[in-house]
């Protein structure tokens, strides 16, 4: 089992910057890779980034690429996500994701939260 929680969420001024982490805690199976997703309003939830806790390889989604940095701390399992020069379409509430495995995939969604950037 793993329980995800998330923080660092907020209201920010476009241009501005937060910092979100999440951090596994209750882990009984530690997970290999955890990435941050985010679900706008009306709007399908949506891969923003995501790092390996194995070798530190990470991916960004196009529109966040060269603003957010996704980092990780291997000791207390925890992922942050920099995000600089936010926009306005940047407003959604951030979830994070943890995945495992055990003879099969596992998959855990931390409660989310809101990120809302005021232009």
């Known amino acids: 089992q793993v329980q995800l929680v998330e923080s660092g969420g907020g209201l920010v001024q476009a241009g501005g910057s937060l910092r979100l982490s999440c951090t596994a805690s209750g882990v009984t199976v530690r997970p290999y890779t955890m990435s941050w997703y985010r679900q706008a309003p009306g709007k399908e939830r949506e891969l923003v980034a995501g790092i390996s806790l194995l070798t530190g390889n990470t991916n960004y989604d196009d529109s966040v690429k060269g603003r957010f940095t996704i980092s990780r701390d291997i000791a207390n399992i925890t992922v942050y996500l920099q995000m600089n020069s936010l926009k306005s379409e940047d407003t959604a509430v951030y979830y994070c994701?943890?995945?495992?495995?055990?003879?099969?995939?596992?998959?855990?969604w931390g409660q989310g939260t809101q990120v809302t950037v005021s232009s």
């Open positions: 994701k943890a995945r495992a495995r055990v003879f099969k995939e596992l998959e855990y």
